[in-house]
C-alpha cells in the first residue's frame, strides 16, 4: 500500500485549485504521565525511510505545479532584493593585540571570508578562513565557532556540514596555511583557547544533542587523549565554555531553563580544576564577566528583572556580592561587557533594548 496518494498535477493557471499529495494516516500512541496522546504522522520523522522521501519529493513537486505561474514574479523579485544588498562589504573590523581582525564579503560569491591586518600603515591584508572554498561539494555547510589563538598562529573553526548542529573542530597553522591532522567530531559549536596557545577547550554532545562533557585537547595531539575536564551528570542542564574578555579566565557555564552555575580557571593554568563562583540554586540565574580583580555578576537574585552586583575574585560566592546598579523593576538587565576602561550593560526598557555605558 503507498505512504500516500499522489493524484496527477498539471500546470494550472493560477485561478484552478491543484491537489496536494496526501499522507497516510498511521496512529502512534505514547502515553505520557498516565495520558495517551495520539500522532498520525509520526513515521514522517524517519528521514532515511525512502517512502518518507518520496512523499517530500511529492509535496516538493506539488509546490512547483502550484508556484509555477509565479515562477517571473520570483526572479524579479530576486533581482530586486539583490540590487538593494551590497554584496561587496566590509565588517567592522576589531583589534586584537596588534591586528585588526575584519570579515568581508564579495559580489557573486555567497559566504563570508574573515581576514586580517597587521595593525601597520599599508599592511598587507590575511585571508584566516574563505568559506566559499570549503563549501565546494557540499549539499550543507554552516561555520561555528572560529577563535584565534591567542599567539595569533593558529585558528580554531568549526564546521556543520549535516544541517544536525554536530560540528566538527578543525585547526590552521595560519603562517603555513596547514591544517593540524586532528578532527574532533560530535560536538558543539564553540570551543576556547588557554592562554598557552595549545590547549583548546569543547563541548561534547549527547544523543539528545545537549552539550554534556567538557574536554582538553592538546594541539598536534590525538582527540583520543583528550583529557574530561567535567561531565554534567544533570540532563536538564548545559555545558558550554568561553574566555572573558580580559583572556584571564575560563568560564564553564552550566545552564537549564531557569536555573545556572559559573565555574572558572585561569586561562594560564588549563589543568588545574575548576572553581565554582556560586553553586546552583533552584530558579537563580546568573552570567559572570570579568574586569581585572572582580567579577561582574547580572542575576535575578532577589531581582525577577535581573541586577548588576559585583565580587572580589578571590572571594566570588554570594556573601561577598555587592551592588553595582541599583535594582529597577522597570529595566530588564540582560547582561554585560566588561572592557578595560568602561562597562557596558545592556538592558531593555519597555521591551526596547538600549545600551548603558559606565565609566
Not at 580580559?246 to 564553564?252: A, I, V
Not at 586561562?267 to 572582580?294: C, K, Q, W
Amino acid at each position: 500500500m503507498p505512504i500516500y496518494s499522489e493524484l496527477e498535477v498539471l500546470t494550472h493557471p493560477a485561478s484552478e485549485t491543484v491537489s496536494p499529495p496526501i499522507a497516510r494516516v498511521v496512529p502512534r500512541v505514547d502515553v505520557v504521565h498516565g495520558e495517551a496522546k495520539v500522532d498520525h504522522y509520526h513515521w514522517l520523522r524517519d528521514r532515511n525511510d525512502p517512502e518518507v522521501l518520496e512523499y517530500l519529493e511529492a509535496e516538493n513537486r506539488h509546490t512547483d505545479a502550484v508556484m509555477r505561474h509565479t515562477e517571473n514574479l520570483q526572479e524579479q523579485l530576486y533581482q530586486e532584493m539583490r540590487r538593494r544588498i551590497q554584496e561587496t562589504d566590509l565588517s567592522v573590523a576589531e583589534r586584537v593585540d596588534h591586528y585588526w581582525y575584519y570579515s568581508r564579503t564579495e559580489a557573486g560569491v555567497q559566504y563570508p571570508i574573515f581576514c586580517r591586518r597587521q595593525d601597520q600603515p599599508d599592511a598587507v591584508e590575511e585571508i584566516l578562513l574563505d568559506q566559499n572554498s570549503l563549501v565546494e561539494g557540499q549539499s550543507y555547510f554552516r561555520i561555528g565557532g572560529l577563535e584565534v589563538s591567542p599567539d595569533h598562529r593558529l585558528l580554531a573553526y568549526l564546521v556543520d556540514t549535516s544541517g544536525k548542529e554536530e560540528f566538527s573542530l578543525f585547526i590552521k597553522d595560519l603562517r603555513t596555511g596547514e591544517l593540524y591532522p586532528e578532527r574532533i567530531t560530535g560536538i558543539s559549536p564553540r570551543v576556547a583557547w588557554a592562554n598557552d596557545s595549545q590547549t583548546i577547550f569543547y563541548t561534547v554532545l549527547d544523543p539528545a544533542h545537549r552539550p554534556y562533557t567538557l574536554f582538553r585537547h592538546r594541539v598536534g595531539s590525538s582527540p583520543s587523549d583528550d583529557i574530561l575536564a567535567y561531565q554534567e551528570p544533570d540532563a536538564s542542564f548545559s555545558v558550554d565554555i568561553s574566555r572573558t574578555r580580559s583572556r584571564r579566565y575560563l568560564l564553564l557555564d552550566l545552564s537549564s531553563h531557569s536555573t545556572s552555575e559559573v565555574r572558572f580557571i585561569s586561562a594560564d593554568t588549563p589543568e588545574g580544576p575548576f572553581e565554582v563562583i556560586e553553586p546552583r540554586r533552584l530558579g537563580i540565574e546568573y552570567t559572570v564577566s570579568h574586569h581585572e580583580d572582580r567579577f561582574f555578576i547580572t542575576t535575578n537574585d532577589a531581582a525577577p528583572n535581573f541586577r548588576l552586583l559585583q565580587a572580589p575574585v578571590e572571594q566570588p560566592s554570594r556573601e561577598h556580592w555587592s551592588p553595582v546598579l541599583p535594582y529597577r523593576p522597570d529595566i530588564k538587565l540582560d547582561g554585560t561587557d566588561a572592557f578595560r576602561h568602561h562597562l557596558v550593560v545592556y538592558e531593555r526598557n519597555a521591551g526596547l533594548g538600549q545600551i548603558r555605558v559606565l565609566d
